[in-house]
């Protein structure tokens, strides 16, 4: 009996061994499988997204077109550089991506007057002009909606600091611009935007996004890994 046993018990061992590595091996494999249609999604749990992007209009130099009329300077003009964006966004959940956003952006505001000892129109004119430095750091938030193998949509939320520097300069001898420049505001910083992702393949693609931040519309390249 026990030699009729023995070896049906060696048989079950075997079969129960290899049911068990059958097992694993599928399990494995629909591992495998649910990691690549994961990664063929626009944006997936676990994903990162490197993005540089320029912005339009500045801002900072709309609002300060804005408020040059109203300290009765006639002869004026401004200029501008950027907004330009640099992010980096990881996927925290199947819905919730987290990230650092840095900003930069500055705006030049120059006005033109007479000389106060000029008489007449043989007054010499000279010039004055502010240029405003921007750089933010922001912490960011998207919620993502849906998922889609070429496109991501995202609600962008995000807070930080803003640095501000100043600096004058003048051909007037009348005035003191010795002052290389000075911070004169550092304060809360905010974004908020509805944006898209497109990816042209797995891993390279553009953005577009639209709200409020250094600009009203921003666009720019991005890499997933």
Do not use: C
């Given at each position: 009996m026990k030699k009729f046993l023995l070896p049906l018990v060696v048989v079950a061992f075997l079969a129960n061994l290899s049911l068990s590595s059958c097992g694993q091996t599928t399990d494995s494999l629909t591992l495998?499988?649910?990691?690549?249609?994961?990664?063929?999604?626009?944006?997936?749990?676990?994903?990162?997204?490197?993005?540089?992007?320029?912005?339009?209009?500045?801002?900072?130099?709309?609002?300060?077109?804005?408020?040059?009329p109203l300290t009765l300077a006639k002869d004026y003009e401004t200029s501008g550089k950027g907004p330009f964006y640099l992010r980096y966004d990881y996927g925290l959940g199947r819905k919730i991506s987290i990230g650092?956003?840095?900003?930069?952006?500055?705006?030049?505001?120059?006005?033109y007057y007479d000389s106060?000892?000029?008489?007449g129109s043989s007054s010499p004119k000279y010039y004055q002009s502010l240029t405003v430095?921007?750089?933010?750091?922001?912490?960011?938030?998207?919620?993502?909606?849906?998922?889609?193998?070429?496109?991501?949509?995202?609600?962008?939320?995000?807070?930080?600091?803003?640095?501000?520097?100043?600096?004058?300069?003048?051909?007037?001898?009348?005035?003191?611009?010795?002052?290389?420049?000075l911070t004169v505001y550092d304060g809360l910083a905010i974004e908020l935007v509805f944006g898209t992702r497109f990816f042209f393949n797995k891993h390279f693609g553009a953005y577009?996004?639209?709200?409020?931040?250094?600009?009203l519309l921003q666009a720019g390249i991005l890499g997933k890994f």
């Open positions: 495998k499988l649910d990691q690549v249609k994961l990664d063929n999604l626009a944006y997936y749990k676990g994903s990162s997204v490197v993005s540089v992007g320029v912005g339009v209009p500045n801002m900072m130099q709309v609002i300060g077109s804005l408020i040059l650092v956003s840095v900003a930069r952006v500055s705006a030049t505001f120059t006005r106060a000892l000029g008489f430095r921007n750089l933010a750091v922001l912490a960011r938030t998207n919620i993502h909606f849906g998922h889609y193998r070429m496109v991501d949509p995202y609600l962008g939320v995000a807070a930080g600091w803003n640095f501000y520097d100043v600096k004058e300069k003048s051909d007037d001898p009348d005035r003191n611009t010795d002052d290389p420049g577009t996004e639209l709200g409020w931040g250094k600009s």
